[in-house]
């Protein structure tokens, strides 16, 4: 099971800083990534991070505001977002394939789990 926190309110500017736990599995074949997704809107892919290596891959919109990383020791994944917007605002969601397959790592359909989501709302 995944389980993600450390969502909440802030202003626009500010940053806030995601977490997600695998529960002790580990995904040393695959990658584990973070998800949005806004009210009225599909779910979008955010950023992901393979577990081996650590390769990193972002959504043009929050490339250069966000980081993703993981603490293997730990089986967690965090998402550290800065200079947030309120277009952020949405509910976040940690996924995890246990093979991922690199060419459809953006895709939601590739995740095999998925946390509850963290809501991130951001005020103008």
């Known amino acids: 099971q995944l389980q993600a926190s450390g969502g909440g309110l802030v202003q626009a500017g500010g940053s806030l800083r995601l977490q997600c736990s695998t529960s002790?599995?580990?995904?040393?074949?695959?990658?584990m990534g973070w998800f949005r997704q806004a009210p009225g809107k599909e779910r979008e892919f955010v950023a992901a991070?393979?577990?081996?290596?650590?390769?990193?891959y972002y959504a043009d919109s929050v490339k250069d505001r966000f980081s993703i990383s993981r603490d293997i020791a730990k089986n967690t994944i965090y998402l550290q977002m800065n200079n947030l917007k309120p277009e952020d605002t949405a509910v976040y969601y940690c996924a995890a394939d246990p093979a991922i397959i690199l060419s459809s790592i953006r895709a939601a359909a590739q995740y095999d789990y998925w946390g509850q989501g963290t809501e991130v709302t951001v005020s103008s």
């Open positions: 991070i393979r577990w081996s290596g650590g390769h990193t």
């Open positions: 002790g599995r580990t995904f040393r074949n695959g990658a």
